[in-house]
């Protein structure tokens, strides 16, 4: 079993819906949720970063996380035909007050369609 | 653009040739990671450097493979006698350690295609 699980979709959307986008994860020394957008052939793009649990917005986004529950959510609000991406959720144990090594899930790929 | 550079953006490779790759980090930047991301899946640790020591590297990093980071700047990803498996894109990151969160900017990647 990996320790971060993502469902990889395809999630399809009409523009203007909100979209829901979860992983799971086992080791219970991650604190550090990070969630990224990758476009096709292109290097990761940071988009929100939570430290333990709680919730964080930033305009369109909000990020969630429930340590209880071993489980964090990416809410995308009104969604553009621009988010149509890969998106992945990334977490860490942590290490001396940073963080090192990033653990990945596979990445949900989301379209949004006009 | 995150300020992370990679070069060659794409390589084609015959199996049993070696390969190396370049990354050139956010100049202030003290830590630099290198991932390996096939098609399908996220992106898995490889290594990562804090100035020019090398402090953890993964099991997936095979004798074939090494790192290095001559005084602490850009880096160096070599992989000898490649085979259809070492077939991936192949990420480099940069961050800042030591100065509140630490965020890691990733470079465009490295595709890797050894036929």
């Known amino acids: 079993q990996k320790e971060v699980e993502q469902d990889p979709g395809p999630l399809s959307v009409p523009e203007g819906a909100i979209v829901s986008l979860n992983c799971t994860y086992s080791n219970s020394a991650f604190q550090y949720f990070m969630w990224y957008r990758q476009y096709s052939r292109k290097g990761p793009e940071l988009l929100m970063y939570t430290y333990s649990s709680g919730n964080k917005e930033d305009g369109r986004f909000t990020a969630q996380v429930d340590k209880s529950s071993k489980y964090i959510s990416l809410f995308i609000r009104d969604s553009q035909p621009s988010d149509s991406a890969t998106y992945l959720c990334a977490m860490s144990a942590g290490f001396s007050g940073g963080y090192n090594k990033l653990i990945f899930g596979a990445g949900t790929r989301l379209a949004v369609h006009p | 653009d995150t300020g992370v550079s990679q070069d060659p953006r794409h390589k084609i490779t015959k199996r049993g040739q070696n390969v190396t790759f370049r990354c050139d980090p956010i100049?202030?930047?003290?830590?630099l990671y290198w991932y390996r991301q096939t098609l399908g899946q996220g992106p898995e640790f490889l290594t990562y450097f804090q100035n020019e020591a090398q402090l953890e590297k993964s099991r997936l990093l095979s004798d074939r493979f090494s790192a290095e980071r001559p005084k602490g700047s850009f880096s160096t990803l070599e992989i000898q006698r490649t085979e259809q498996g070492d077939s991936a894109m192949y990420l480099c990151?940069?961050?800042?350690?030591?100065?509140?969160?630490?965020?890691?900017?990733f470079g465009p990647g490295t595709r890797l295609l050894v036929l």
């Open positions: 100049s202030e930047h003290n830590r």
């Open positions: 990151a940069s961050s800042l350690a030591g100065a509140g969160p630490e965020t890691q900017y």
